[in-house]
């Protein structure tokens, strides 16, 4: 079984019974509170479906490519999904493990071509490296030495938040969709991160105004989880190369990210104390959730760790 149906049959195991309105049309506080679980369920359930290689945590196997895949886009995808599960991405059960190759960033200017970087494998082995690339909406997946559909562009290096590009002889950078662009090597320094003890906390329960919205989009995400995308979009966040979090910004559709108190530019960092950016605990929140009381989200804005609770009594 895939990965991805693995997270679709924890996703229907999920599934509550179905709420019914109650007299005058209104939701009583624990069918809400009910609907506010199950919809943080399938938040981490679609960030999961969508970042599960950004997730991946390079100490379970140090010689492992570095995958990172940025959701942020919306368009149709060519990317051969099964072409990336064939490079091994794991590496072999049987291998010896090796000290990881410290591989230093070239220094290129940035391209000027009309691409975007939505996902790379990096690896010490150029043979399992790959890049995921979009050109008018349509992404592809290439390999090291690959030209670049439509361009004269060949990619030459694979690194975990660029890739290098040739053409007429000359290298350039393209960035990750997300990250910044510096001349900064694996060496740099990392930039500080607030502090988890220096942060606000709030208590927030969803207004009732908003329970026939939830209800509606319960029902919605039952039938296709990736609506979700309709309402909230993230995109990995990182300093310096390490990830720090996740990016949200409201989607087409802001209601259910205002229904939250989110607000445009948080990082997702902790849910229940989980660290959103391992793997292994954010399944185990996503675990959690389905029998909590309560959920505690933290997110970083504006430089600060700001907490917000929500009672599912």
Do not use: C
């Amino acid at each position: 079984m895939t990965l991805d149906a693995q997270l679709l049959s924890l996703l229907h195991k999920t599934k509550l019974n179905k709420l019914l309105l109650t007299e005058g049309n209104k939701l009583d506080h624990v069918k809400l509170s009910r609907t506010v679980q199950f919809i943080l369920v399938i938040i981490i359930v679609w960030l999961l479906s969508q970042l599960t290689w950004q997730l991946l945590t390079p100490a379970a196997k140090p010689n492992a490519p570095t995958v990172v895949v940025n959701s942020q886009t919306g368009s149709t995808s060519k990317a051969s999904v099964a072409r990336l599960v064939k490079m091994n991405l794991f590496g072999d059960f049987n291998a010896v493990v090796e000290e990881p190759v410290v591989k230093e960033v070239e220094v290129a200017p940035v391209t000027s071509l009309n691409l975007k970087l939505t996902g790379v494998v990096s690896s010490s082995d150029p043979s399992r490296a790959a890049a995921i690339i979009e050109r008018s909406g349509t992404q592809t997946t290439y390999g090291v030495g690959e030209k670049i559909d439509g361009t004269q562009a060949v990619v030459r290096e694979v690194y975990e938040d660029r890739i290098i590009l040739e053409q007429r002889n000359k290298r350039e950078t393209l960035m990750l969709e997300g990250a910044d662009y510096t001349v900064q090597t694996s060496s740099a320094t990392r930039t500080a991160t607030p502090s988890r003890a220096d942060r606000k906390s709030t208590a927030k329960r969803i207004d009732p105004k908003h329970a026939k919205l939830l209800e509606e989009q319960r029902e919605a995400f039952l039938a296709d989880p990736g609506k979700i995308s309709d309402y909230i979009k993230a995109a990995p966040f990182k300093r310096n190369g390490q990830l720090v979090g996740y990016k949200i910004r409201p989607g087409k559709k802001a209601e259910l990210f205002k229904a939250f108190g989110l607000r445009n530019g948080d990082i997702a960092i902790e849910i229940n104390g989980y660290d959103l950016t391992d793997l292994s605990q954010a399944m185990l929140a996503m675990q959690e959730l389905r029998s909590a009381t309560e959920a505690t989200l933290m997110v970083e804005r504006n430089g600060e760790m700001v907490e917000t609770h929500f009672s599912l009594n």
